[in-house]
């Protein structure tokens, strides 16, 4: 969620944490730790994620260790407590550290051959939702707060609008995994919601011709792969030569292709700008008047 105290809080923290940690040389740090968060079982993200892992491992002549994480919250927390050493971060809580100097990001993320996507605010097509006016006295529904395509661009985007969530729905929810905000708009549990485009393009046609997308937000970067410098400089380019190469080879490609990841691509920390000026924007939002899921109901 974005407060600036919040993010104040982050930052502090990561100066706490990266400022007392010294950098290892590649001949001490025999393992090296990987991160990424994801709501699925770990033996099954284990699974998709570890050919890469070994092909990495490979690379660095070292074993590379999988970390699940099921939060973007918990991925945070295990970069600032150094639990983590490499992962997949998401873009608003990258953002929040991006000014520490031990957190480096080596290469952009990429979906549907872009590593730039948006925010969709979707509703159910039958509806007479036509924009996000008419979701006025509706229910709506917001991903994570943590993630940055279902919960900090949307409330950027309505505060735009000089809508306050709490004043102008019916009803908020926060439903953590954005393939629920869909089914949960399909089933007429909810009237509309904030989703990533490429999670809403990733669905079945026979699913997607049930909505309506009333908004597009601009573009913004996915969150990048990141290293703590800790692990030297030996292993950090090695690491970037191993992502950008990836798709050059049949057997990265496969790796690629069974972790469910695109190509990566160079990154900048300047990729982030845009994003980064929203959240210092110093927006607040009161969590407590959104409401769980637990005893939600099909809207009339």
Not at 229 to 249: D, H, P, Q, V, W
Request: no cysteine; glycine share 6%.
């Amino acid at each position: 969620m974005f407060y600036s105290f919040y993010r104040t809080i982050l930052v502090i923290l990561g100066i706490f944490f990266f400022s007392g940690v010294t950098a290892f040389s590649d001949e001490q740090l025999y393992i090296i730790k990987f991160g990424y968060p994801s709501g699925e079982n770990s033996a099954v993200i284990f699974n998709k994620y570890s050919s890469l892992l070994n092909l990495l491992s490979e690379k660095l002549g070292k074993k590379v260790l999988f970390v699940p994480k099921k939060t973007y919250k918990e991925m945070l927390t295990g970069f600032l407590s150094n639990e983590i050493e490499m992962g997949i971060l998401n873009a608003y809580p990258f953002i929040s550290l991006m000014d520490s100097p031990d957190l480096l990001p080596i290469a952009a993320r990429v979906k549907e051959n872009s590593k730039n996507y948006r925010t969709y605010f979707i509703v159910r097509k039958d509806s007479n939702i036509m924009n996000i006016g008419d979701l006025k006295n509706r229910s709506f529904a917001f991903g994570d707060p943590y993630s940055t395509s279902s919960f900090l661009v949307p409330m950027y985007q309505l505060d735009k609008l000089n809508i306050v969530p709490q004043d102008f729905f019916r009803k908020t929810v926060i439903i953590p995994k954005q393939d629920s905000i869909i089914y949960s708009i399909l089933n007429k549990t909810i009237d509309g919601g904030a989703v990533a485009s490429f999670i809403f393009n990733e669905q079945r046609e026979d699913l997607k011709k049930n909505f309506r997308i009333i908004h597009k937000t601009r573009q913004y970067p996915l969150g990048p792969f990141v290293v703590n410098t800790r692990i030297g400089k030996t292993n950090i380019e090695k690491t970037k030569e191993f992502l950008l190469s990836l798709e050059n080879t049949e057997e990265g490609r496969n790796a690629l292709s069974k972790a469910g990841l695109d190509p990566f691509e160079e990154v900048q920390k300047s990729d982030y700008n845009w994003l980064k000026e929203i959240v210092e924007a110093g927006y607040t939002i009161d969590t407590e008047e959104f409401k769980d899921t637990d005893n939600l109901k099909p809207e009339d």
